[in-house]
């Protein structure tokens, strides 16, 4: 399978942007999608196939992609923003692969 | 309202079996392929398996496979995964999740969980 590589911390003060990035040598070739995970509660899908932003999720979450890093950014970071964000692709195999995750403080 | 609410969880003892399962409303539950992902305690999430949506498909994470079997029941809007051999590196929270597109398109809605121990 492939691996995925994520930051294991970010430290954004309110209000500034917080950008997360998850990289792997054959994101070239696949998706990522995004989630964010607070203690308790089920995962939410934030962003999916690199920057697609399901209805419902706040603008202020975005995904852009350059080469083998996708990068999760949030602007104007809030309080409640304060969670776990995991990038998730697949492979062809088909196997979906979840990075080790990034927690973010605020 | 789409909702997935898994069950079947507890404590188990390793080598002991355990059925869980995820029941599915406010959808067309047998248009969508399926998937349990697991979070074990201070790790991060996991995929287990994948089920298309009418079973032709399945898929396991290398972890699980040979003792974790993935099936659903499209006339009762239900997921299954079937544990067998279970092992302390099993214990987790299983959430069961609902692909958009089968392996693609990212997993759109999710259960709340049900907790697995494992230990003797």
């Known amino acids: 399978s492939f691996e995925l590589t994520q930051p294991p911390s970010v430290s954004v003060s309110p209000g500034q942007t917080a950008r997360i990035t998850c990289s792997g040598e054959t994101l070239p070739n696949q998706y990522v999608y995004w989630y964010q995970k607070k203690p308790g509660q089920a995962p939410v899908l934030l962003i999916r196939k690199d920057s697609e932003r399901p209805s419902g999720i706040p603008e202020r979450f975005s995904g852009s992609t350059s080469g083998t890093t996708v990068t999760l950014t949030i602007s104007g970071v809030q309080a409640e923003d304060e969670a776990d964000y995991y990038c998730q692709s697949a492979d062809p195999s088909p196997t979906y692969v979840f990075a080790s995750g990034t927690k973010v403080t605020v | 309202e789409v909702q997935l609410v898994e069950s079947g969880g507890g404590l188990v003892k390793p080598g002991g079996s355990l059925r869980l399962s995820c029941a599915a409303s406010g959808f067309t539950f047998s248009s969508y392929s399926m998937n349990w992902v697991r979070q074990a305690p201070g790790k991060g999430l996991e995929w287990v398996s994948s089920i298309s949506s009418s079973s032709s498909y399945i898929y396991y994470a290398d972890s699980v496979k040979g003792r974790f079997t993935i099936s659903r029941d499209n006339a009762k809007n239900s997921l299954y995964l079937q544990m067998n051999s279970l092992r302390a590196e099993d214990t987790a929270v299983y959430y069961c999740?609902?692909?958009?597109?089968?392996?693609?398109?990212?997993?759109?809605?999710w259960g709340q969980g049900t907790t697995v121990t494992v230990s003797s």
């Open positions: 999740a609902r692909d958009v597109v089968f392996f693609s398109g990212g997993m759109d809605v």
